[in-house]
Nanobody
Framework: VQLQASGGGLVQAGGSLRLSCALSGSFFSIAAMNWYRQAPGKERELVAG???????NYADSVKERFTISRDNAKKTVYLQMNRVRPEDTAVYYC?????????????????WGKGALVTVSS
């Protein structure tokens, strides 16, 4: 299983950026796809999550500014980041929670992409 993230870069405060993450490999089904971030000197935190068949959830700090979406046919998750702030500067990681095994009886949530650096200038 691989997660390939793209779309990071430098953006001015108040601007927009979209991250993408494509999932590939062999598994039974997708339980959820998520975005985390880790700022310098801080712990990794959940930014947004989208369970299969469920509603998106967001960290309070990004509500009303970021939107997570999925294209299930492409097995891709997106994070649309609007009205970005300098405090959004971080490495963003996509994460997948997958059902594995012949009958999908095992759930694993330790699939991570390599990370995309987002830098917001003031």
């Amino acid at each position: 299983v691989q997660l390939q993230a793209s779309g990071g870069g430098l953006v001015q405060a108040g601007g927009s950026l979209r991250l993408s993450c494509a999932l590939s490999g062999s598994f039974f089904s997708i339980a959820a796809m998520n975005w985390y971030r880790q700022a310098p000197g801080k712990e990794r935190e959940l930014v947004a999550g989208m369970p299969t068949g469920g509603s998106a959830n967001y960290a309070d700090s990004v509500k009303e500014r970021f939107t997570i979406s999925r294209d299930n046919a492409k097995k891709t998750v997106y994070l649309q980041m609007n009205r970005v702030r300098p405090e959004d500067t971080a490495v963003y990681y996509c994460n997948a929670r997958l059902r594995t095994g012949v009958l999908g009886q095992t759930v694993r949530d330790d699939y991570w992409g390599k990370g995309a650096l987002v830098t917001v200038s003031s």
